[in-house]
Nanobody
């Protein structure tokens, strides 16, 4: 079992930055993949970014590529999402997800563990 807990959300103006954190408890396996998803009101939960924990491969959705950076800290067992140049359309609840396995997957059905989410609001 893996327990995930997100933090770092909040209200930010357009063009601003936020850094989300996701602390993982229960597993330190290097053979896992962790990612970020988001869900805006009335919309489906969508893929944002993913990293393979063992070798650090990353992948981003086109909507955030060049603005967001995913990373992980093995010592703290924590996943991060640095979000820069935020736009109103980035407003959503952001979820951390984890799966056992080293293959990059963007389909949310591939992930076994989810956090409770953290709200990010981009507004002036």
């Amino acid at each position: 079992q893996v327990q995930l807990a997100e933090s770092g959300g909040g209200l930010v103006q357009p063009g601003g930055s936020l850094k989300l954190s996701c602390t993982a408890a229960g597993s330190r396996s290097s053979s896992r993949t962790m990612g970020w998803y988001r869900q805006a009101p009335g919309k489906e939960r969508e893929f944002v970014s993913v990293v393979t924990w063992g070798n650090g491969y990353t992948y981003y959705s086109n909507s955030v590529k060049g603005r967001f950076t995913i990373s992980g800290d093995n010592v703290k067992n924590t996943l991060y999402l640095q979000m820069n140049d935020l736009k109103p359309e980035d407003t959503a609840v952001y979820y951390c997800a984890a799966r056992i396995g080293s293959t990059i997957r963007t389909n949310k059905a591939a992930y076994d563990y989810w956090g409770q989410g953290t709200q990010v609001t981009v507004s002036s």
